[in-house]
């Protein structure tokens, strides 16, 4: 379900980049003066997007050093290299969808293999707020939906308790327990 608004309508163009060899104090100096929670690493020569570093990376570095080892700590030795990637031209549903499968709370924005902005999930609710319940709202229709095909399908289903978590859900009965179909889907 598109909303007709593109990701690169929405996304922040002002970004900041470091360098592979930078150092994780100069990181935490940058972040804070501008207010941010991730940096971009690209060559100081290309555009190319060689990584990305956040908070969860820095604090676990902090976690595994001593305060005198974080000077000798380089970001190329930190970032993440797989990079979750999305297009200018991609809808932010398909951007909303991206962040969730993959996990991110940002995606780099990247055209022809080059960097052109970033796209956070504030970014999207900040455009449309109710497009995040709009979404959820669908997927749930979409659960529902499923559910009933699939109990019509089964005869060993029914509704009820789960003897597992103890949720009123269609129960797919294994033999020993009847079941939800979370539970179902875990074991």
Excluded: H
């Excluded at 993440?80 to 200018?88: D, N």
Aim: charged share 35%; aromatic share 2%; net charge positive.
């Amino acid at each position: 379900m598109d909303t007709g608004i593109k990701v690169g309508d929405i996304m922040t163009r002002n970004l900041v980049f470091v360098t592979p060899d930078t150092d994780l104090i100069t990181c935490v100096k940058t972040m804070s003066k501008k207010r941010i929670g991730n940096l971009l690493i690209k060559d100081k020569d290309s555009n190319k997007l060689k990584g990305i570093l956040t908070e969860k990376d820095i604090v676990w570095a902090v976690a595994k050093k001593s305060k005198k080892g974080l000077k000798d700590v380089l970001v190329k030795d930190l970032m993440r290299k797989k990079v979750v990637t999305i297009k200018p031209s991609a809808d932010v549903t398909e951007a909303l969808k991206r962040l969730k499968k993959k996990k991110v709370r940002r995606l780099p924005v990247v055209e022809n293999g080059k960097l052109i902005g970033m796209i956070t999930d504030k970014d999207i609710l900040r455009i449309d707020p109710g497009l995040f319940q709009m979404i959820a709202q669908t997927l749930k229709i979409r659960e529902e939906t499923d559910k009933l095909k699939r109990r019509e399908v089964g005869s060993n289903r029914r509704e009820g308790i789960c003897e597992e978590c103890g949720e009123y859900d269609v129960l797919n009965n294994d033999g020993a327990q009847s079941i939800c179909e979370n539970c179902f889907g875990r074991r």
